[in-house]
């Protein structure tokens, strides 16, 4: 859920920046990169949950055998 959560918090971001470029007001400016940039930080934490979990699996697997 991080991934997703993650990606809508970027949407998000980008979308409030770009609202705060055309109006023309800096504050919104901010506030949208600075949580575009928890978003990406929240997907990169995603995917090294996902990418933790199937090594776990494979390790698994392999132990089984």
């Known amino acids: 859920t991080n991934r997703i959560e993650g990606v809508a918090k ?6 409030k920046q770009s609202a705060g470029k055309l109006v023309g007001n800096e504050k919104l400016q901010v506030e949208g990169a600075v949580e575009k940039a928890a978003g ?3 997907n990169a934490v995603g995917k090294a949950q996902n990418a933790v979990g199937k090594a776990q699996d494979k390790i698994a ?4 055998k």
């Open 10 to 15: 970027e949407a998000a971001g980008s979308i």
């Open 61 to 64: 697997k392999e132990l089984k």
């Open 40 to 42: 990406k930080a929240q």
